[in-house]
């Protein structure tokens, strides 16, 4: 069965960091764009960043450009986001994502690209 599992998340005062995870098991990443999408209470789930499938181009959502930093090592299956100068506004469940293709030339930035899902992992950002 297919798992991908985030950690990392929590609770941190505004401008602090922090370093989200995402471990896939029973499936290889290596051929897969990889992507994080957020979901704040109310809201629709919307992305964040992409990487592809061997890591040389990212793309990332205008919020939260400059500030957060997607990578992956495909040796260990994991990919992470780096959050930095965090913001209230960043408060959300965190979702990573793997494409429904692979080897693709562009990194998804829609849902709909992606067929497998973690569980979230909450981001609290507190003033």
């Known amino acids: 069965q297919v798992q991908l599992v985030e950690s990392g998340g929590g609770l941190v005062q505004a401008w602090g960091s922090l370093r989200l995870s995402c471990a896939a098991s029973?499936?290889?990443?290596?051929?897969?764009?990889m992507g994080w999408f957020r979901q704040a209470p109310g809201k629709e789930r919307d992305f964040v960043a992409a990487?592809?499938?061997?890591?040389?181009?990212?793309v990332y959502a205008d919020p939260v450009k400059g500030r957060f930093t997607i990578s992956r090592n495909n040796a260990k299956n994991t990919v992470y986001l780096q959050m930095d100068s965090l913001k209230p506004e960043d408060t959300a469940v965190y979702y990573c994502?793997?494409?429904?293709?692979?080897?693709?030339?562009?990194?998804?930035?829609?849902?709909?690209?992606?067929?497998?899902w973690g569980q979230g992992t909450q981001v609290t950002v507190s003033t």
């Open positions: 029973e499936f290889t990443i290596s051929t897969r764009a």
């Open positions: 990487i592809s499938w061997g890591g040389g181009r990212t």
């Open positions: 994502a793997a494409d429904r293709s692979m080897f693709t030339a562009t990194e998804p930035t829609t849902r709909g690209a992606y067929d497998f």
